[in-house]
T-cell receptor
Framework: DTAVSQTPKYLVTQMGNDKSIKCEQNLGHDTMYWYKQDSKKFLKIMFSYNNKELIINETVPNRFSPKSPDKAHLNLHINSLELGDSAVYFC????????????FGNGTRLTVT | AQTVTQSQPEMSVQEAETVTLSCTYDTSESDYYLFWYKQPPSRQMILVIRQEAYKQQNATENRFSVNFQKAAKSFSLKISDSQLGDAAMYFCAYRSPNFGNEKLTFGTGTRLTIIP
């Protein structure tokens, strides 16, 4: 059983397009995250949701819009894709109020041409 | 804001030898959690080991152990009996216990190469 699954694994698209990445966790966690890993492998938080409510929103362009229909799902929609959006996007989940680590999905490699 | 620094962009070690990866962090919080994650070429993020700041005892997981120095804000990872499968990027990460700030803040990573 995959704990945190995200789709698709690879996404190649042209500048200006709109795309979505989906994430689901079956760990029963109440918090989910989106991280961006750039070409230098640096991982940076983008968003965090707790029980469907946005609690962390780092400095991310408005073109990025997360949506959490329930606490097991957190999707990421990106409008008007730019070359600089090319990266690996990781979804993760954890449980609030404990030392529980973040459990990561396998990442989505987004390439914008 | 918390910061995490990994000063070794790359390290290499002979198979079966021991290697230590360095990590320092900056925080004003007294309680927090520290983690080491491993990212092999498959890009999967794998938890290696975790440490609670209130625990003085250093965490150990099989061949992996940490040297946690709270006063010095240092959290190094020791890998004993290095194996080829240990080759990966290793990330040190800090997590606040405070609700609303429970994200992981990562260091820039250390690429570990195992020499056969």
């Amino acid at each position: 059983d995959t704990a945190v699954s995200q789709t698709p694994k690879y996404l190649v698209t042209q500048m200006g397009n709109d795309k979505s990445i989906k994430c689901e966790q079956n760990l029963g966690h109440d918090t989910m995250y989106w991280y961006k890993q750039d070409s230098k492998k640096f991982l940076k938080i983008m968003f965090s949701y707790n029980n469907k409510e946005l609690i962390i929103n780092e400095t991310v362009p408005n073109r990025f819009s997360p949506k959490s229909p329930d606490k097991a799902h957190l999707n990421l929609h990106i409008n008007s894709l730019e070359l600089g959006d090319s990266a690996v996007y990781f979804c993760a989940s954890s449980q609030t109020g404990s030392n529980s680590p973040l459990h990561f999905g396998n990442g989505t490699r987004l390439t914008v041409t | 804001a918390q910061t995490v620094t990994q000063s070794q962009p790359e390290m290499s070690v002979q198979e079966a030898e021991t290697v230590t990866l360095s990590c320092t962090y900056d925080t004003s919080e007294s309680d927090y959690y520290l983690f080491w994650y491993k990212q092999p070429p498959s890009r999967q993020m794998i938890l290696v080991i975790r440490q609670e700041a209130y625990k003085q005892q250093n965490a150990t997981e099989n061949r992996f152990s940490v040297n946690f120095q709270k006063a010095a804000k240092s959290f190094s990872l020791k890998i004993s009996d290095s194996q080829l499968g240990d080759a990966a990027m290793y990330f040190c990460a800090y997590r606040s216990p405070n609700f609303g700030n429970e994200k992981l803040t990562f260091g820039t990573g250390t690429r570990l190469t195992i020499i056969p």
